[in-house]
């Protein structure tokens, strides 16, 4: 199948799916939790966009010092003129001539363009799937490996999804990768939205039998693949990766979620990874909690409008309440806020952002939050909080301008009081991962999650941690980073540092409501 009729077929495919309705092969949730669904309804004619910016030029020889095991995800319609060794694609995990295994787990996958990206010798392909959440395949390439094609699917309860994104790889040295994309499996999710990959280094067959304890990352992936409770899994995957050496991801903590009640996932879990990291409050330091997700939960109570990310991941993250504690008033909230220097930032695309990128209204369909049902949940972020964040605009490169990011980052920086955010930071920590902003994706200190979700956290220590903007370093304007040789590289989709909302004329996209606006193509708004 041609790249244009897949395209074609998959936008009919998700065309007729209802993304503001509950279903249960869908990722929504109730009032009180959030909805996780990908996808996108429409497609639209393309044009390049002119978009006025400042020229931060640096030299090739800067850039090319910068070395990072985060990777862009290239876009066929905004990169196709664009190259550089920041970006990864399909055709470059899957095509490997050297692949013998891969195992795929998603939430969504269009066969007809996974299946293309392969290598014709590749022995085994597993993919793990929600069933009713696989596109079947039709094109001449994708049958040619049918025979070779494993699908373990599994039911998942109502308003719960198996939204984790991660490619374990082997070869025929013995050896193996970890890719966690950002994307789904079909062609729009990875060339719409912005998308990026953490890549694992190559690890090789080891020279010893498993034995828990030689590394938590191997430990805590064993873990995670066991929540599934499937043989095919324990047979399949496991066993295979009891074969690997792990050490090499010594400095990376592996985190998931799972609806399983047998073992500690979601925010519970990450916040005993970090509960030794809270420092002193008496330096007088401003501590920053980001966070960049393509959905935004619901509140978590419809009596105080209270938000995850404000009102239970930092305070238990920052030592203020434990997981077990009672949710804290608004009011509350925003006076430890205040004592202890505590700076909220949510990046989330304005109605503009996307309005204007060169896609338009084409690239809406991943960003979900929903606030016109409580509109006292969204003032209170917006106002109260001042928490929402977005692209600078005069940051912003002309190939991609403010086309939104579809990745997941959380992460946690420490600055002086009142200073200016710089295009590169030092962070405390970073976790990179597939978990939405959303009780569905993290539970809360004391409800666990219901969701399946996969992440990689790292952590600033003898190896600094530095975080910058690929806008930066791929498209040739200069980030100012000359990093030590051994540090830790996060680079980010999003320009940094990114700015606050302008009150008066920004607002959060909202896919529930009609623009009556059409976009930079003259498309209008497809609103039901």
Request: net charge neutral; aromatic share 10%.
């Amino acid at each position: 199948m041609e790249i244009s009729e897949c395209r074609r077929a998959v936008a009919e495919r998700w065309s007729k799916v209802e993304y503001r309705s509950t279903q249960v092969r869908s990722c929504s949730d109730d009032s009180s939790a959030s909805t996780d669904i990908e996808g996108y309804s429409d497609e639209r004619p393309l044009k390049k966009v002119k978009q006025e910016v400042i020229d931060l030029t640096g030299s090739d020889e800067e850039i090319e010092t910068i070395k990072s095991d985060f990777k862009l995800i290239r876009s066929e319609v905004l990169d196709s003129n664009v190259t550089s060794s920041h970006f990864i694609s399909f055709e470059q995990i899957f095509g490997d001539q050297t692949l013998k295994k891969s195992v795929l787990f998603s939430y969504q996958y269009d066969l007809d363009f996974l299946l293309s990206q392969f290598h014709s010798k590749v022995e085994d392909i597993v993919v793990v799937a929600q069933t009713g959440t696989i596109r079947s395949s039709s094109g001449s390439e994708a049958i040619a490996l049918s025979d070779r094609l494993l699908v373990i699917e599994f039911n998942m309860p109502q308003f719960t999804c198996h939204h984790s994104k991660m490619i374990i790889n082997f070869y025929n040295d013995g050896s193996c990768r970890i890719f966690m994309p950002s994307n789904n499996f079909t062609y729009a999710e990875a060339n719409y939205p912005q998308q990026v990959c953490w890549c694992s280094p190559r690890l090789k067959r080891a020279d010893r039998a498993y034995v828990r304890g030689s590394s938590s990352f191997q430990d805590s992936l064993v873990d995670y693949l066991g929540t599934y409770k499937l043989k095919k899994i324990s047979e399949r995957v496991v066993s295979s990766i009891k074969t690997i050496d792990f050490s090499p991801l010594q400095d990376v903590t592996f985190v998931f979620s799972s609806p399983s009640n047998e073992i500690e996932s979601g925010l519970q879990s990450l916040a005993k990874i970090l509960s030794g990291d809270v420092k002193d409050e008496a330096d007088g330091s401003a501590h920053h909690y980001l966070c960049q997700s393509s959905t935004v939960g619901a509140a978590l109570s419809k009596k105080t409008h209270s938000n995850l990310f404000t009102h239970v991941f930092i305070p238990i993250l920052h030592g203020i309440t434990s997981p077990k504690s009672k949710l804290l008033s608004t009011e509350t909230v925003l006076n430890e806020f205040k004592l202890k220097h505590i700076v909220p930032h949510l990046i989330y695309p304005t109605v503009e952002e996307i309005r204007t990128s060169p896609l338009g209204w084409l690239c809406s369909g991943w960003f979900h939050f929903n606030y016109n049902r409580d509109m006292a949940h969204y003032n209170m972020l917006a106002k109260q909080f001042s928490v929402f964040r977005k692209q600078d605009p005069r940051r912003i490169s002309q190939t991609r301008t403010t086309t939104p990011s579809h990745s997941k980052f959380y992460m946690k920086f420490t600055t002086e009081l009142d200073a200016e955010l710089s295009n590169s930071m030092s962070l405390d920590w970073c976790l990179y991962t597939s978990s939405n902003l959303s009780r569905t994706a993290w539970g809360t200190g004391a409800a666990r999650p219901r969701n399946y979700e996969v992440g990689v956290l790292l952590k600033a220590g003898p190896r600094e941690l530095i975080c910058a903007s690929f806008t930066d370093v791929v498209y040739r304007n200069s980030s100012n980073l000359k990093p030590k040789p051994d540090s830790q590289i996060v680079l980010v989709p999003f320009t940094l540092p990114v700015v606050p909302y302008d009150a008066n004329q920004d607002e959060a996209f909202c896919m529930s409501k009609d623009y009556k606006l059409n976009d930079i193509n003259g498309m209008p708004y497809p609103y039901d």
